[in-house]
Nanobody, 120 residues
Framework: QVQLVESGGGLVQAGGSLRLSCTVS????????MGWYRQAPGNQRDLVAVITSGGFTNYADSVKGRFTISRDNAKNTVYLQMNNLKPEDTAVYYC??????????????WGQGTQVTVSS
């Protein structure tokens, strides 16, 4: 019953900006951490950014200074603000959440993915 729904992907020119959103829906859970990953054709899925329940953040070196991850706890939503986008940022971006579920322990959940394409 827990679902992660992503939005905000699209086509943008190099140097432009996009903001991705991911909302967790369902019942009986608390969020330990949320993050963003991306996967380009022929590549593995790599970490982009993560934010914990305590507010700790971590970023891939390739996006430091350009991307910002944030949370709205009241909305169970995580955002990824992407500025100064580069063609090498082109990938499918996936939202992930590590959840503690009542009487079921800890589990990881993934969004459906959203395509980000940066043209040169």
């Amino acid at each position: 019953q827990v679902q992660l729904v992503e939005s905000g992907g699209g086509l943008v020119q190099a140097g432009g900006s996009l903001r991705l959103s991911c909302t967790v829906s369902g019942r009986g859970f608390s969020i330990n951490a949320m993050g963003w990953y991306r996967q380009a054709p022929g590549n593995q899925r790599d970490l982009v950014a993560v934010i914990t329940s305590g507010g700790f953040t971590n970023y891939a070196d390739s996006v430091k200074g350009r991307f910002t991850i944030s949370r709205d706890n009241a909305k169970n939503t995580v955002y990824l603000q992407m500025n100064n986008l580069k063609p090498e940022d082109t990938a499918v971006y996936y939202c992930s959440a590590r959840l503690s579920l009542v009487a079921r322990g800890t589990s990881d959940y993934w969004g459906q993915g959203t395509q980000v394409t940066v043209s040169s």
